[in-house]
């Protein structure tokens, strides 16, 4: 998996250490987490220890929608473990959608109905 960030601000080289240092943690937990439990998935954050775990950032506007109508989109995701948690950005202007599942045909059903709403309620938010 490749994933591209884009630093801008006051103190660029700051915010790079920040991240190199969070990585180089996240790295060192899921390698003990390896060690400690081999073979195994371990619960972080309130998902199932599914083989393949995704998350959703949702923007607050939508957020109260989103409770509103979690449990009726959370049975059309079928064998999917969906929660929902707030993210831990300092502005809170944002929230997730944790998704955990056993197959990738599961996942790609799920993700596939949620982009579709999530979509629809942003529109309908402005």
């Not at 409770?67 to 995701?77: A, D, E, Q, S, V």
């Not at 969906?82 to 799920?110: C, P």
């Amino acid at each position: 998996m490749l994933w591209k960030v884009v630093v801008s601000g006051m103190d660029v080289r700051k915010a790079v250490d920040w991240l190199q240092k969070m990585e180089q943690r996240i790295t060192n937990d899921l390698s003990a987490d390896a060690v400690s439990a081999p073979g195994t998935l371990l619960n972080h954050g309130g998902v199932s220890a599914k083989p393949i775990q995704t998350e959703i950032i949702l923007p607050r506007i939508v957020v109260d929608e989103v409770k509103r109508r979690f449990f009726t989109m959370k049975g059309y995701c079928y064998n999917v473990d969906v929660t929902f948690t707030h993210s831990d950005s300092k502005s809170k202007q944002f929230a997730k959608l944790s998704l955990g599942a056993n197959t990738g045909g599961e996942m790609e059903r799920a993700l596939d109905y949620l982009y579709g709403e999530l979509s629809s309620m942003c529109l309908a938010a402005g």
